[in-house]
């Protein structure tokens, strides 16, 4: 399902359609985006990220659209351009675009629709051609009924909507930590069966952030020449937080679901091999 969500999002972009990614934190949300930008067709041009909860309120009218010399007391010498244009031609990524203040979600919204920019202080508008990716751990339907996003602004970046997993919904763990290994220059070491264990019995409510830094860490206790990871290399303050908060085993019946689940899954949903 997720393969053919990714597909549909790579066609939808091609088509300069808008992209809406939701998940939890830590689920990887913009390393798809980037990956939606190079397999697309303005691979070539800018990728630029905003995160609309990382900026104060106060500044990120200026980020994102730009101003120019004198617009307002401490603004900078020849002013800045704003993300939004630098984004030209390429791929402009909001996330957490569920923390975006009111008030800005209308300059936004008339962005999208007119495809024009006009930075703080400037009276001219110049055209601009982006393709839209934002992100959010939020519900934004949730928040368009409390009346905390726009619903106008809703409808105009879901085009394609792709949800990405939780970690604790995925069962390519063992493949996710040797990638996760590979890429912390590590390829050569390997997670003995009890930490393997742990680790499958976990939450991870940071996801894919959290399994990366708890990596991280194990790696750094190891002694010289090492290449299995066991309990006796996580520390006492992470052996505590991994056993605290591991999944409590369901009912039977829920434990059936999720058996007839997984060999569903596994043979691509053919009912008779299941």
């Keep these: 399902r997720l393969a053919r969500a990714l597909r549909m999002a790579s ?3 091609h ?3 808008p992209i809406l990614l939701l998940g939890e934190t830590g689920t990887g949300k913009e390393v798809v985006a980037r990956a939606l930008h190079e397999a697309s067709r303005r691979a070539d041009k800018p990728f630029v990220a905003v995160n609309c909860a990382a900026i ?3 500044l990120i009218e200026s980020e994102l659209f730009g101003y120019r010399e004198g617009a307002f007391t401490g603004s900078r010498k020849g002013g800045m351009v704003g993300r939004l244009m630098q ?3 390429g791929t402009l990524f ?6 975006m203040p009111m008030a800005l979600q ?10 024009k920019v006009s930075p703080l202080g400037a009276g001219e ?10 992100a959010t751990h939020r519900d934004l339907k949730l928040l368009v009924r409390d009346k905390q996003f726009r619903e106008d602004l809703y409808y105009r970046i879901n085009g394609i909507s792709l949800r990405l997993p939780a970690l604790r919904e995925r069962n390519d763990l063992a493949a996710l930590i040797d990638r996760l290994l590979h890429k912390l220059g590590a390829s050569e070491v390997s997670l003995d069966r009890d930490l393997m264990e742990l680790f499958g019995n976990y939450d991870w409510p940071g996801n894919i952030r959290q399994l990366e830094m708890v990596l991280r860490s194990a790696l750094a206790m190891r002694e010289p020449g090492e290449t299995v990871l066991g309990l006796d290399h996580l520390t006492d303050s992470l052996l505590d937080d991994l056993t605290v908060s591991c999944r409590q085993p369901g009912s039977i019946r829920e434990t059936e679901l999720e058996l007839i689940r ?8 053919n009912v008779s091999a299941a």
């Design 11 to 13: 066609q939808g972009l």
């Design 15 to 17: 088509s300069d359609l």
């Design 56 to 58: 104060p309120e106060g």
């Design 87 to 89: 984004a030209h031609g």
């Design 94 to 99: 909001l996330d957490e675009i569920g923390d």
């Design 106 to 115: 209308a300059r936004l919204l008339r962005v999208l629709q007119e495809r």
């Design 125 to 134: 508008e110049q055209d601009i051609d982006v393709a839209v990716i934002c």
């Design 262 to 269: 997984s060999a569903l899954e596994r043979h691509q949903g």
